[in-house]
């Protein structure tokens, strides 16, 4: 599995609260359907991993910008 990305404070609370509705449910039996909970925190997951994923895009674009920067101030010197 892959490693789980970090969480906003929202996300933590959101999968807290899906978990303990999955909890509930579970105390009323084996044959209680759980599948819209579990969906529900997987795109919380998805959703946590595709933001970490651009932040890490943003950032490397925002090196490559810094990088270019000082090469022309190097250059103009």
Excluded: C, S
């Excluded at 209680?32 to 651009?54: F, N, S, T």
């Amino acid at each position: 599995m892959a490693k789980d990305p970090k969480f906003t404070a929202r996300e933590i609370t959101q999968i807290g609260w899906y978990t303990a509705r999955m909890a509930k449910r579970g105390l009323a039996g084996e044959n209680v359907h759980l599948g819209d909970l579990e969906r529900k925190v997987e795109r919380i997951i998805d959703g946590a991993r595709e933001r970490e994923a651009q932040q890490a895009a943003d950032a490397a674009e925002a090196e490559k910008v810094a990088r270019k920067a000082r090469a022309k101030n190097l250059k103009t010197k």
